[in-house]
């Protein structure tokens, strides 16, 4: 990837985990003048010798220019941090891993020192940092100003994507994306499970099984769509009462496999309080109608 249309803003890295390694070495790469700290030293040497600066304090870090990104352990390593440290005028860029509650609270926090503030949620690994091929993106919510300011620079290791000005938004849509691929994997986990000692290669499965959860993507927009009308009914192919009464399938297979259902149990339980809460009013209806219940 080219970097030549991209202003070679300055900016401070707090934070050289593994994440933090690879958004430094991105920006350093498309030659975005780079100071850089972390709590043990030694992570830095590297990066010093592609062309950081490594401060020796938060406070010497802070103070080298305007935007300051954080990539930290959690929320806490970002109050230990920044504690006694002038953020007045800076511009404050979180990516560390936080719920919606840390990013609003601290969004609070950082206004009442003077800053603005945006919090990030990383959508990608380490290795797809600075590959477009990757996919790899950054939900961002809270300054919308501050976005617009530095969306150039912030968009060099990875895609940028603005979610609104709550800045709880980008961690909530982080999560919810999150929690939806350990679901999925739930699922190919147990799959795999199921032939474990059979007859069957795991690469015989594979492909059948990939095929299978792109052709069932339909739900996702089908759940949408339903959420938003709060229509559970209209056009239904396979009903709840349907979907309950061969649930039992799947446990007895898993029985006779030797496998623990405890991966699907949680979902398949769900739907069937759906149907007993009231038969006749949920019997015929789409799946989806079962989401309402996690609410507490």
């Not at 592609?50 to 304090?57: M, N, Q």
């Not at 504690?83 to 609003?104: A, H, I, Q, W, Y």
């Not at 993507?217 to 759940?223: K, R, T, Y």
Request: proline share 5%.
């Amino acid at each position: 990837m080219t970097y030549d249309n991209v202003p070679k803003r300055p900016l401070t890295l707090l934070g050289l985990g593994d994440m933090g390694t690879a958004l430094a070495r991105t920006w350093l790469a498309a030659g975005h003048p780079l100071t850089v700290w972390n709590r043990t030293p030694a992570k830095a040497a590297a990066l010093a010798a592609e062309g950081a600066v490594v401060a020796a304090s938060p406070v010497e870090a802070v103070a080298a220019g305007d935007l300051v990104v954080l990539c930290l352990l959690d929320d806490a390593s970002v109050g230990q941090t920044l504690e006694g440290v002038d953020l007045t005028g800076k511009d404050l860029v979180n990516l560390t891993t936080g719920t919606p509650g840390e990013g609003r609270e601290r969004a609070a926090w950082a206004q009442a020192r003077g800053a603005r503030f945006t919090d990030g949620g990383i959508m990608g690994t380490p290795v797809m940092i600075g590959v477009p091929a990757s996919g790899a993106y950054v939900f961002y919510s809270g300054s919308r100003a501050l976005f617009d300011a530095h969306r150039s620079t912030l968009e060099v290791p990875a895609g940028a994507r603005f979610v609104g000005e709550d800045p709880g938004h980008a961690a909530l849509y982080d999560v919810a994306l999150l929690s939806g691929m350990y679901g999925l994997f739930a699922g190919i986990s147990h799959a795999f499970a199921l032939i474990e000692g059979e007859d069957i290669a795991p690469k015989d499965l594979a492909p059948l099984l990939s095929e299978w959860l792109g052709a069932m993507g339909f739900f996702v927009d089908n759940a949408a769509d339903r959420l938003t009308s709060r229509d559970f009914t209209t056009g239904v192919v396979s009903n709840l009462a349907m979907q309950v009464a061969g649930s039992g399938t799947l446990l007895r297979t898993a029985a006779e496999q030797g496998v623990s259902a405890e991966l699907l149990t949680p979902y398949l339980d769900l739907m069937r309080r759906r149907l007993d809460a009231a038969p006749e009013a949920h019997s015929g209806e789409d799946t989806a109608g079962a989401i309402t219940l996690l609410r507490r």
